[in-house]
């Protein structure tokens, strides 16, 4: 049973803890003048198609509202060879960063007119790298920003440099800002969004940039839509990386935040093998900036590794992600049975339930090691059971909450009813003495 915090009564000593989750054309023929074959030249022909034979990758379909998809003929479950992940902007933040922005000690070469008070002007930084630099300047007043895109600080000669915000206070949001951002890979466009913020006598003044894009396709594999992504880290202390990290889950959850700081939302750091619905492969990425606008290419190699049996047990589990020290990713999609992967010393890097409309996820509380060296049983998801750690302080009586699955695991609901947190009942000899209300956090 897939089980959430909200609603909750729970009671310590006696304790009882009952949930009610809420989750929350035809084009003209060509003709062809008449030839003459000689059978040599087609034996010849004929020998050459069939020693040469290539197979093709799997063909690009186009869905409207979804653009271009990976999905094979009559939905078999080859695996394409070569995926083509292009920019996209997601509904959350990846990852962000805050700067103080410090005025220069004189105006740009040229700028464009500004109010009298609290406009800015400044250098912006993407992480600690200094080559990825750019003049910009905040009217407030105007709810305009201005980005030197081209390098030349003039910030009147780029018209795809000048942003507006809805907003009119002393926070304002720039939404879709493009920067071109250089990596060890090329120059790639980096989609933010900047949160600028001042004080009512524009004495200083903040900003927060939020990365919101990744790259990204749509693959159809046995039946089964899946979100294949790579993922920068812009903000790293060695600078901007690009694809530093892969995501690889079902297409239905690609709305669910993802985060370069938290491992547990599914991500890994780009792996070199992957194991992904009971096949090995070697991966390798590589971006192609010829055409208007870049893509980052995976390749998939297949592999053929020894393997071990692993009996899944666990309810609710809709996909696991493991990362084994020999360099593997696993993604396990399939239902609780016996299942093979590469031998191997595994982390559990994620583990997603879902029941119906409710989705919960395992928190990282502690690592969660699986030795599959050998043929081994393994616990992940429900049932999930609400928990209740009592500690004495002195004369005080501390309880902690936790939503613990079958593998001995923090859990968390991806919908929480703040408004309605676990509720906790005190009883002695049968009478009630206390109750209250557990807090978030």
């Given at each position: 049973?897939?089980?959430?915090?909200?609603?909750?009564?729970?009671?310590?000593?006696?304790?009882?803890?009952?949930?009610?989750?809420?989750?929350?054309?035809?084009?003209?023929?060509?003709?062809?003048?008449?030839?003459?074959?000689?059978?040599?030249?087609?034996?010849?022909?004929?020998?050459?198609?069939?020693?040469?034979?290539?197979?093709?990758?799997?063909?690009?379909?186009?869905?409207?509202?979804?653009?271009?998809?990976?999905?094979?003929?009559?939905?078999?479950?080859?695996?394409?060879?070569?995926?083509?992940?292009?920019?996209?902007?997601?509904?959350?933040?990846?990852?962000?960063?805050?700067?103080?922005?410090?005025?220069?000690?004189?105006?740009?070469?040229?700028?464009?007119?500004?109010?009298?008070?609290h406009a800015f002007r400044s250098i912006l930084q993407v992480g600690q790298d200094t080559n990825n630099a750019y003049a910009v300047v905040w009217d407030q007043p105007k709810h305009k920003l201005y980005v030197d895109l081209n390098g030349n600080l003039d910030l009147t000669d780029d018209p795809v440099g000048v942003f507006s915000s809805a907003g009119k206070g002393f926070q304002q949001v720039f939404t879709n800002v493009t920067l071109p951002?250089?990596?060890?890979?090329?120059?790639?466009?980096?989609?933010?969004?900047?949160?600028?913020?001042?004080?009512?006598?524009?004495?200083?003044?903040?900003?927060?940039?939020?990365?919101?894009?990744?790259?990204?396709?749509?693959?159809?594999?046995?039946?089964?839509?899946?979100?294949?992504?790579?993922?920068?880290?812009?903000?790293?202390?060695?600078?901007?990386?690009?694809?530093?990290?892969?995501?690889?889950?079902?297409?239905?959850?690609?709305?669910?935040?993802?985060?370069?700081?938290?491992?547990?939302?599914?991500?890994?750091?780009?792996?070199?093998?992957?194991?992904?619905?009971?096949?090995?492969?070697?991966?390798?990425?590589?971006?192609?900036?010829?055409?208007?606008?870049?893509?980052?290419?995976?390749?998939?190699?297949?592999?053929?590794?020894?393997?071990?049996?692993?009996?899944?047990?666990?309810?609710?589990?809709?996909?696991?992600?493991?990362?084994?020290?020999?360099?593997?990713?696993?993604?396990?999609?399939?239902?609780?049975?016996?299942?093979?992967?590469?031998?191997?010393?595994?982390?559990?890097?994620?583990?997603?339930?879902?029941?119906?409309?409710?989705?919960?996820?395992?928190?990282?509380?502690?690592?969660?090691?699986?030795?599959?060296?050998?043929?081994?049983?393994?616990?992940?998801?429900?049932?999930?059971?609400?928990?209740?750690?009592?500690?004495?302080?002195?004369?005080?009586?501390?309880?902690?909450?936790?939503?613990?699955?079958?593998?001995?695991?923090?859990?968390?609901?991806?919908?929480?009813?703040?408004?309605?947190?676990?509720?906790?009942?005190?009883?002695?000899?049968?009478?009630?003495?206390?109750?209250?209300?557990?807090?978030?956090?």
């Amino acid at each position: 049973m897939l089980c959430g915090p909200a609603g909750q009564a729970v009671a310590a000593s006696a304790t009882t803890i009952i949930l009610l989750p809420v989750l929350t054309c035809l084009a003209p023929m060509p003709t062809i003048s008449p030839m003459i074959f000689r059978p040599g030249r087609v034996l010849l022909i004929a020998i050459c198609l069939l020693a040469f034979a290539f197979r093709a990758p799997a063909p690009l379909v186009y869905r409207a509202g979804e653009g271009w998809i990976y999905e094979p003929a009559g939905g078999s479950s080859d695996f394409p060879r070569e995926v083509v992940l292009r920019p996209e902007v997601v509904p959350y933040e990846l990852e962000s960063v805050s700067w103080n922005l410090a005025q220069p000690s004189k105006p740009f070469l040229k700028e464009p007119e500004m109010s009298q008070r609290h406009a800015f002007r400044s250098i912006l930084q993407v992480g600690q790298d200094t080559n990825n630099a750019y003049a910009v300047v905040w009217d407030q007043p105007k709810h305009k920003l201005y980005v030197d895109l081209n390098g030349n600080l003039d910030l009147t000669d780029d018209p795809v440099g000048v942003f507006s915000s809805a907003g009119k206070g002393f926070q304002q949001v720039f939404t879709n800002v493009t920067l071109p951002v250089k990596t060890a890979a090329g120059l790639h466009p980096a989609i933010l969004d900047l949160h600028l913020f001042t004080d009512a006598q524009g004495i200083w003044a903040q900003v927060q940039l939020q990365s919101r894009s990744l790259w990204q396709a749509k693959v159809a594999l046995a039946g089964e839509e899946w979100q294949v992504a790579a993922v920068d880290n812009l903000f790293g202390r060695e600078g901007p990386t690009a694809a530093k990290f892969l995501l690889l889950r079902p297409w239905a959850v690609r709305t669910n935040r993802v985060s370069v700081y938290d491992l547990t939302s599914g991500i890994v750091p780009f792996p070199s093998q992957l194991f992904w619905l009971g096949r090995a492969f070697h991966l390798e990425h590589r971006f192609d900036t010829g055409g208007e606008t870049p893509v980052c290419k995976l390749e998939l190699t297949p592999q053929q590794q020894p393997l071990t049996e692993l009996k899944l047990s666990g309810e609710s589990l809709y996909y696991a992600v493991l990362h084994a020290t020999n360099g593997y990713t696993v993604v396990v999609r399939e239902p609780p049975g016996t299942l093979k992967l590469p031998q191997g010393i595994y982390t559990v890097s994620a583990v997603w339930l879902k029941k119906g409309a409710a989705e919960a996820y395992r928190l990282a509380d502690g690592p969660l090691l699986i030795n599959a060296t050998a043929p081994t049983n393994i616990v992940l998801g429900g049932p999930l059971t609400n928990s209740v750690t009592l500690t004495r302080q002195g004369r005080k009586l501390r309880m902690d909450y936790r939503l613990v699955g079958a593998d001995g695991g923090s859990y968390r609901l991806t919908q929480e009813d703040r408004a309605k947190p676990p509720e906790f009942t005190v009883y002695r000899g049968g009478k009630k003495v206390e109750s209250g209300k557990f807090e978030f956090g």
